[in-house]
């Protein structure tokens, strides 16, 4: 199962010893985004030398993948963006995957970006919608630098994570 963080604007990014547990379980993809930036990689290290670079200030989404719908490929990494709308997701949604790309991408094109685009960001309606989607899942949804989580999230240091299923990994 894959791993979102939420590292809310003022707060110290994860030590380098979490991303690394985090990975270690979740090694297929990662990504970021923040308010002005969307970065996806495959390689570990490159991820860390650009999450480096994000300012303490901003709000940022971290995503480690764990391939269950859609091939590995940078394509298929979090967090996904249609206009304004960034997000990530952790969980299995109900949805077939079409043409290699993940449920997320799919819930995000087909429910999650009509839904803002039509009833706004925050609003009852899209919130309603977005969170009958997701069900059991977890998601990480940034328009600008407003941030909503959807689902159970763990507070841990300042962070907010989708799980905590990466612990295991933690070495001494």
């Not at 979740?26 to 030398?49: E, Q, R, S």
């Not at 490929?73 to 993940?102: E, Q, W, Y």
């Not at 969170?131 to 907010?160: D, N, P, Q």
Request: proline fraction near 5%; charged fraction near 20%; aromatic fraction near 10%.
């Amino acid at each position: 199962m894959c791993v979102c963080l939420y590292k809310p604007a003022g707060a110290k990014m994860p030590s380098l010893r979490v991303l690394t547990a985090c990975h270690r379980a979740n090694p297929d993809g990662m990504g970021f985004c923040t308010p002005t930036a969307v970065y996806h990689t495959l390689n570990f290290f490159d991820f860390v030398d650009a999450l480096a670079k994000v300012s303490q200030a901003d709000p940022c989404i971290i995503h480690f993948r764990w391939a269950t719908h859609g091939s590995v490929k940078l394509s298929n990494c979090h967090p996904f963006v249609m206009g304004r709308v960034k997000f990530a997701h952790n969980g299995v949604l109900p949805i077939d995957s079409i043409k290699d790309m993940t449920d997320s991408e799919i819930a995000l094109r087909g429910i999650i970006y009509p839904a803002i685009k039509q009833h706004g960001f925050e609003s009852p309606e899209a919130d309603r919608i977005i969170t009958k989607i997701a069900g059991s899942s977890r998601f990480a949804i940034m328009v600008g630098t407003k941030v909503e989580l959807i689902g159970r999230w763990a507070l841990r240091g300042g962070v907010y994570y989708s799980n905590l299923n990466w612990l295991y990994r933690l070495r001494a």
